[in-house]
C-alpha cells in the first residue's frame, strides 16, 4: 500500500538520519577506576571500595558474573532490559579468596582475578583459557558528570567471533548485520579495525540488545537503554555514549551505576543464563504454533471465505490476523479499540446468535487476533483538532501524549492523530481499560498485533511498554488464559511479555527472501527467540515459485506466517503447483507440533532457546559455520537447508550446497545417508518445488503427528516417535499440555522422557513416566525405529506381538511390525503412552515387500470451497451492508474414508467438480512409476474419468471401467513421474471428468519402472 510505505519512510527517516549520524566513535572514559582500598565478603558477594566507589561482585550461579559499579556508592534503578526478579544474591558453591593480591573467586566454570592496584579484572575458564582481561588501560568507568562516558573495556582472543547488539531493520542501507567481526577490516597488521555498533531497536523490524556474544566462550549483557559497543580485533567495550533524546534517544538514565553480567560457557549456557538474568519467555498458546494468515484490507465476508475456503482445501489454519479493517478506526468513541459496526457487523452480534463472527469462526475451528496501533484519533474531521474525539479529550486531560512529538495525519484514516507515551505506567493502564472495556476480546479477539510504536523518538522501549499494557491487562482479566503478540521490533527485555517479532513491511522477491534468514538469525542472536516473517512479501507480486520457496523456508523458522498489503497470499491464488507444494509444508509443520512444543516449553522454563538456532549454537569450534546465514538447527535433531534461489538449470541455481557438520545426517525427504564435515551438492529438480533440504542427525528423537487442519482443536490419540539410532546415548521427549492456561508453570502438564542408544543390532528406546499432573489426550506412541527392520522387539522384558503390517498394528494394544520408506527399513513399535516402558528392537530382518500401498485412511481430501459471494479488496468503508451477501457454512463435498461391506476402506463423494483426494509420499530415486489406483465403479455400464496430477502438475485423466457392483475393486494402471524426496499425487474431479467413484488405495512401487 502505497500510503502505508510512503508514511512509514516519511517517519522514521529522521530517526534512521539521526542513527547514522551519532554512529561515531564512543568517548573513551576519562579514567578507569582506582585502586582496591577495602574488600569485604556479605552474603557470598565480594564488595570492593575504590575510594567513594563501590563495585559489588556477585556469582548468582557458577556460570554468571554480575558487575554492578556504583559511583560514589550511589545506584540508580534497573532498566527494563533485567528481569525484576534478575539473580543478584551470590552462589554459595563459589569461593571467594580475599586474602591475597590478586583476589580470587572460582566456580566450576570460571575463575576471576581482580588486581587491586588498580582495579583489573581476568576472567578464566575451566581449561585455563583467558576469556577476558584487563590492561591498565582498561578498565570498568562511571562518570556521573558526563554518561556517555560510563563504560568498560576488555582485551579478548583475537580468534572471538562476536554476535548481538542488534540487527537492522527493513529499511536500512546496512541491514541484517550477523557476524560482528572486526577483523575484516585489518589491511595492515599494524592498523587497528573498529567496528562501532549502536545498541538500538530501530526500525520496521529491527532489533537490539545491549549483548554481545561470541562462541569463544562467554557473553556480555549490560544493563542499558542504548549505548555504543566497540568491537575491535582484540578489544571489546561499551560505553552509553552521548543519544539525542529526540531521535531514538535515551529513555532511562542510569548517570551512577554501570551494571555487567558474563556469560561463561558455549552458546547454549551463555543463552541460558541471557534467560534467566532478561527473563524468561511464556509459553504461547497452543493456536499460535500454528499457522497464520493475516492480511489488510478484510471484511467478515472476506473472512469467511478465506476460512471456509482454507476448510474445503485442507489446508491446516489456526490463526487469522486483522489489520486495520476490523476496528472502526477514524471514529470518536474509542473507535481504535472496538470492532467496525460495518465491516464486521456479526462481531457485534451476541453469543447467543448463531451468525456471531465469535460463533462461526469457533466452528471453523481459527482465532482472530487484530491489529493495534500506538496513536489515537484527535479529530473525526479532516484537517481539524477540534472537537476532539472522546478518546484525544481523555488522553489530553491524563496528559499521555508522547512528549515533545507534533500531532501528524493518520494515513489510513487521513485524521489528526498523536501516539501514546506508554513509558507512562498511567498510559498503559488507559490503554488496556480502552481496550477491554469495549468488547474486541470478548467479542472474538483473541491477541493483538502491535505495530508501529518504533517510530519518531518512541526509543527502545515503546514497543514492550505497549505490550506490556495489553499483557498486564490481560493476564488481570482473564488470568488462565494465556498471551500472545506479534511486535515489529525487539529490545531485551521485551520477551518477557508474550512478544513475538515479525521482520517489518518488507518487499517480495527472492533477494529480500534471502536476507530474511540473516535477519531471522540475528534477531535470535540477540535473545529474541519468537521470529517472524511476511511470507512472500509485504509489498510486490511474488512469482509462484518464489511464493512456495518462501513458504518452506518459513515453515522451518519459529513462527509459520504470512502477510500482505492486500494483495493475496493464500496458497490457491498461486495455482495449482504452488498450492500443493505450500500445503505439504504447512502439514509438515503441523506434523512437527509436539516436536516444537517440547523445545518451547524446555525454551520457556529452563534452557531459553527456541526452536531456531543459528549454526553456531551447536557447532560452536566449525569455523565453516561461523558466518553460516543459509542453513541452522531446527530444534536439536533437524537442520534445515531451503532453497532460496531461482531454478536455473544452467547456472549454480540448479543445485543447493548444503554444509553437513560433524556426525551422521539423513536426508529427511531423500532418504540418503551421509557423513558430517564436508559440503554436498544438493541436486534440485528442473519441473518441481518439491525439493526441501532437510537433514536429520543421528540420534534423533522427533514426535511426529498425523497433520490437522488445527492444531488448537485437535484431541489426537496416537503419536509417533521417530527415532534414529546412534551408538551414543541421546536423549529427547514428549511433551504437552492443555494449551490455553498458565497450570504448566504449576506442574500441570504431560512430560515424558525419552532415550535412545543402538549397540550393535539392538535398539534400545527407554520412555520415562509421565512427570506432571495433567494427562494428554494421546493415549499410545507409535515407535518408529528408522534404519532397521527388527528380527524380534521386547516390551518391558516381554516378547511383544508380531503383526504383518501398520494397519493390523492399529487394531491391538501392543505390538510392532516393519516396513519400508524412503531411507530403507524401519521397525514400528506400539506402547501405551503415560507410563513406563523399555522397548528393545533386536537383529535385522529382511523385507520383500517392493509396493506402498497409500491407504484412503491417509488421505487429504479436499472439495468446493461453498464461498461463492467474493468481494474485491476496498481501502475505504463498506456503507452498505447489502454488499456482504450471505454464505452458509459447508464441509467440503466428499466423504472421509469408510469402511464398506467387503471389508473395504474407501473414500467416496467424487459427486462435485473440484473434489480431489491427494496422498504424500517420499522416493529416493527419480523415474517414472508404474503405479496404479485401486477403484470401483458400480455404475453398470458407464465408464468413469478422474484426473490425475502429480506435484499439482497435471499428469493425464484416468479411465475406470463399469464394474459389477461396487464391492468389486480394480487396480487402474498409470505412470507418473516422480521426483527424488517429495511427492504429491492427487486425484481430482475436474469440470470434464464423471467423477462418482470410490477410491481404496495408490499402489506405488519403491523403485522406478524407467531411470530418469
Not at 488470568?479 to 515479525?502: C, D, H, I
Request: proline share 5%.
Amino acid at each position: 500500500m502505497a500510503n502505508r510505505r510512503d508514511f512509514l519512510k516519511t517517519v522514521s527517516s529522521a530517526a534512521l538520519a539521526a542513527s547514522v549520524s551519532h554512529q561515531i566513535h564512543a568517548a573513551v572514559p576519562g579514567r578507569g577506576v582506582g585502586a582496591v582500598t577495602h574488600a569485604a565478603v556479605r552474603g557470598g558477594v565480594l564488595l570492593l571500595s575504590m575510594g567513594a566507589d563501590i563495585l559489588r561482585v556477585a556469582i548468582p550461579s557458577p556460570g554468571i558474573l554480575r558487575l554492578d559499579l556504583l559511583a560514589n556508592g550511589k545506584s540508580d534503578p534497573h532498566t527494563p532490559v533485567l528481569a525484576p526478579a534478575a539473580p543478584t544474591s551470590g552462589d554459595p558453591s563459589a569461593v571467594i579468596d580475599i586474602s591475597a593480591d590478586p583476589i580470587r573467586i572460582s566456580t566450576g566454570q570460571f575463575h576471576v582475578e581482580i588486581r587491586r592496584n588498580p582495579c583489573r579484572f581476568k576472567i578464566v575458564d575451566s581449561t585455563g583459557k583467558v576469556l577476558l582481561e584487563q590492561s591498565l588501560h582498561q578498565s570498568l568507568h562511571v562518570d556521573p558528570n558526563n554518561q556517555g562516558n560510563t563504560g568498560f573495556s576488555f582485551r579478548h582472543s583475537k580468534t572471538d567471533n562476536f554476535y548481538g547488539i542488534r540487527n537492522s531493520g527493513c529499511f536500512s542501507s546496512d541491514p541484517y548485520n550477523y557476524q560482528l567481526n572486526a577483523r575484516s577490516g585489518v589491511k595492515k597488521a599494524a592498523r587497528r579495525s573498529v567496528k562501532t555498533c549502536k545498541v538500538e531497536a530501530s526500525v520496521e523490524g529491527g532489533g537490539g540488545a545491549p549483548f554481545v556474544w561470541t562462541t569463544g566462550g562467554y557473553g556480555i549483557l549490560v544493563d542499558s537503554d542504548g549505548g555504543y559497543f566497540n568491537v575491535e580485533s582484540d578489544e571489546i567495550g561499551f560505553y552509553y555514549g552521548n543519544l539525542n533524546p529526540d531521535n531514538y534517544g535515551r529513555h532511562y538514565f542510569r548517570p551512577n551505576s554501570l551494571t555487567v553480567f558474563i556469560f561463561v560457557g558455549q552458546p547454549r549456557a551463555i543463552f541460558q543464563g541471557l534467560a534467566r538474568t532478561s527473563g524468561m519467555m511464556d509459553m504461547f498458546p497452543k493456536w499460535a504454533y500454528g499457522f497464520t494468515n493475516s492480511q489488510l484490507s478484510t471484511n467478515q465476508e472476506l473472512l469467511r471465505g478465506y476460512l471456509e475456503t482454507y476448510r474445503a482445501t485442507d489446508i491446516p489454519i489456526d490463526n487469522f490476523t486483522l489489520d486495520f479493517d476490523w476496528k472502526d478506526w477514524g471514529a470518536s468513541h474509542y473507535g481504535e479499540f472496538r470492532w467496525n459496526p460495518v465491516k464486521y457487523s456479526q462481531a457485534l452480534y451476541t453469543a447467543a446468535n448463531p451468525d456471531a463472527l465469535i460463533n462461526w469462526t469457533r466452528q471453523l475451528e481459527c482465532k482472530i487476533t487484530g491489529i493495534m496501533k500506538p496513536r489515537i484519533i484527535l479529530c473525526p474531521i479532516k484537517g481539524k483538532m477540534e472537537p476532539a474525539t472522546t478518546q484525544g479529550a481523555s488522553a489530553r486531560k491524563l496528559g499521555i501524549f508522547f512528549p515533545g512529538e507534533k500531532p501528524f495525519v493518520d494515513y489510513m484514516a487521513h485524521l489528526m492523530s498523536h501516539n501514546l507515551d506508554f513509558y507512562k505506567p498511567i498510559c498503559r493502564q488507559w490503554y488496556w481499560h480502552a481496550t477491554w472495556t469495549h468488547g474486541c476480546m470478548q467479542h472474538g479477539i483473541v491477541g493483538f498485533w502491535n505495530d508501529e510504536a518504533d517510530l519518531g523518538s518512541l526509543g527502545n522501549f515503546e514497543f514492550l511498554h505497549m505490550q506490556q499494557s495489553l499483557y498486564e491487562g490481560q493476564r488481570q482479566e482473564l488470568p488462565e488464559k494465556r498471551v500472545w503478540s506479534m511486535n515489529r521490533n525487539f529490545y531485551l527485555g521485551s520477551q518477557r511479555f508474550a512478544y513475538a517479532t515479525w521482520s517489518g513491511d518488507i518487499n517480495s522477491g527472492f533477494e529480500v527472501m534471502r536476507l530474511q534468514t540473516k535477519h531471522m538469525l540475528s534477531t535470535i542472536s540477540l535473545g529474541q527467540m519468537r521470529w517472524a516473517q511476511d511470507t512472500g512479501g509485504f509489498n510486490g507480486h511474488p512469482s509462484p515459485e518464489c511464493y512456495t520457496r518462501w513458504f518452506q523456508f518459513t515453515a522451518v523458522c519459529p513462527t509459520l506466517r504470512t502477510h500482505s498489503s492486500g494483495d493475496p497470499r493464500q496458497p490457491w491464488v498461486f495455482g495449482d503447483q504452488a498450492c500443493e507444494t505450500v500445503k505439504l509444508a504447512i502439514r509438515q509443520r503441523y506434523s512437527w507440533f509436539f516436536y516444537v512444543y517440547a523445545l518451547e516449553h524446555a525454551a520457556c522454563v529452563e534452557s531459553g532457546v527456541g526452536i531456531v538456532r543459528p549454526m553456531t549454537f551447536d557447532y560452536p569450534d566449525d569455523p565453516q559455520v561461523a558466518d553460516m546465514t543459509d542453513q541452522w538447527m531446527f530444534g536439536d535433531w533437524i537442520m534445515a537447508a531451503p532453497v532460496l534461489e531461482k531454478f536455473d538449470s544452467t547456472g549454480k541455481s540448479a543445485i543447493k550446497r548444503v554444509y553437513l557438520p560433524a556426525g551422521q545426517w539423513f536426508d529427511y525427504f531423500r532418504g540418503d545417508s551421509y557423513s558430517g564435515g564436508q559440503w554436498i551438492d544438493y541436486k534440485l529438480n528442473a519441473d518441481s518445488w518439491m525439493d526441501w533440504p532437510l537433514f536429520i542427525k543421528a540420534g534423533a528423537i522427533i514426535p511426529t503427528a498425523d497433520p490437522v487442519r488445527a492444531i488448537h482443536t485437535a484431541h489426537p490419540e496416537k503419536i509417533f516417535i521417530d527415532v534414529y539410532p546412534h551408538t551414543k546415548k541421546t536423549d529427547g521427549e514428549f511433551y504437552d499440555d492443555d494449551g490455553e492456561s498458565y497450570d504448566y508453570q504449576r506442574g500441570r502438564f504431560h512430560r515424558q522422557k525419552i532415550s535412545l542408544m543402538r549397540r550393535g543390532t539392538t535398539t534400545r528406546v527407554e520412555i520415562g513416566e509421565n512427570a506432571g499432573t495433567y494427562r494428554s489426550s494421546i493415549k499410545y506412541f507409535i515407535v518408529r525405529v528408522h534404519g532397521q527392520a527388527a528380527s524380534s522387539v521386547h516390551v518391558n522384558g516381554a516378547v511383544s506381538t508380531y503383526v504383518g503390517d501398520d494397519a493390523a498394528l492399529s487394531d491391538i494394544a501392543t505390538g510392532w511390525c516393519t516396513d519400508k520408506y524412503v531411507g530403507g527399513d524401519v521397525t514400528l513399535v506400539k506402547v501405551p503412552s503415560d507410563q513406563r516402558v523399555e522397548i528393545t528392537v533386536q537383529g535385522h530382518g529382511k523385507i520383500t515387500k517392493d509396493i506402498e500401498v497409500l491407504n484412503a485412511t491417509g488421505a487429504s481430501l479436499s472439495g468446493p470451497s461453498p464461498h461463492t459471494n467474493w468481494l474485491p479488496p476496498t481501502w475505504g468503508y463498506y456503507k452498505d451492508a447489502r454488499l456482504f451477501g450471505t454464505a452458509k457454512i459447508r464441509r467440503p463435498e466428499i466423504a472421509k474414508a469408510v469402511r464398506g461391506s467387503s471389508g473395504e476402506n474407501y473414500i467416496h463423494g467424487f459427486d462435485t467438480p473440484v473434489t480431489a483426494a491427494t496422498f504424500y509420499m517420499g522416493r529416493h530415486t527419480a523415474g517414472s512409476y508404474r503405479a496404479a489406483f485401486r477403484v470401483a465403479n458400480g455404475d453398470v455400464g458407464t465408464v468413469k474419468t478422474m484426473s490425475v496430477y502429480v506435484n499439482g502438475i497435471f499428469v493425464s485423466r484416468l479411465t475406470i471401467p463399469s464394474l459389477k457392483n461396487w464391492n468389486q475393486w480394480e487396480n487402474v494402471p498409470i505412470y507418473l513421474n516422480l521426483v527424488a524426496g517429495n511427492n504429491v499425487i492427487t486425484i481430482r474431479r475436474n469440470e470434464n471428468d464423471t467423477g462418482q467413484i470410490r477410491l481404496n488405495s495408490v499402489l506405488v512401487p519403491y523403485k522406478p519402472t524407467e531411470q530418469s
